[in-house]
């Protein structure tokens, strides 16, 4: 059981470029979050998707874009990069939805992403 | 939906008792409270949850005063390794800026 794994670890992209985050699941979870972490900051929420097809806007959504076509994958699109995503990205995900259940999250181990 | 409050920071030394506090007064009757910790720059790693009662696990005792306006984790024996920030959370998901713990030798 590999957990929740996202490629790449580390990523550098100049100002205007485009970039998919990948994150996977293999425990069968039905939901699946996008989380930044800005330094010295807690996680804010961007995405979250409550199974295949299924996605919804969190609290800074703006500048993301998500799809879920499977119940494994959740990638995170940045079409036009800008410094202000300079961040630390973190997937998650839970069989039911984290919260508002017994469930908890799980988390990857981030991606660190700079624009500059 | 509840946000939570929770001093910036605080020490503990090695073999103590670490209380963290976490103020959630407007969180709702049917909502759970979680706490979760982040080491360095890793995920975030789940650690308790609780609804109404105490509630005890390997790792840690959560601590929920009557009324559910706030609660307390208690890691009984803090080692070097529970040095992190430490994170309450409600439903919403709101993780705010945490508890940096820091334990001392």
């Known amino acids: 059981n590999a957990g929740v794994t996202q490629t790449p670890k580390f990523r550098i992209l100049k100002i205007g470029q485009s970039m998919t985050l990948q994150c996977a699941q293999d425990?069968?979870?039905?939901?699946m979050y996008w989380y930044r972490q800005d330094p010295g900051m807690g996680l804010k929420l961007i995405y979250y998707?409550?199974?295949?097809?299924?996605?919804d806007k969190g609290e800074v959504p703006n500048g993301y874009n998500v799809s879920r076509s499977t119940t494994e994958d959740f990638p995170l699109r940045l079409e036009l990069a800008a410094p202000s995503q300079t961040s630390v990205y973190f997937c998650a995900s839970s069989y039911s939805m984290a919260g508002a259940s017994t469930d908890t999250q799980y988390f990857g181990p981030g991606t660190r992403l700079t624009v500059l | 939906d509840a946000k939570t409050t929770q001093p910036p920071s605080m020490d503990c030394a090695e073999g103590r008792a670490a209380n963290l506090p976490c103020n959630h007064s407007?969180?709702?009757?049917?909502?759970?409270v979680y706490w979760y910790r982040q080491i360095h720059s890793q995920g975030p790693q789940y650690i308790i949850h609780g609804l109404k009662n105490n509630e005890t696990n390997e790792m840690a005792s959560l601590i929920i005063t009557e009324d559910r306006k706030s609660s307390t984790l208690i890691l009984p024996h803090a080692t070097l390794r529970d040095t992190a920030v430490y994170y309450c959370i409600g439903a919403n998901l709101f993780f705010g800026t945490g508890t940096r713990l820091t334990v001392i030798p």
């Open positions: 407007t969180i709702s009757g049917n909502e759970y």
């Open positions: 425990m069968n979870h039905n939901y």
């Open positions: 998707s409550v199974g295949a097809g299924i996605t």
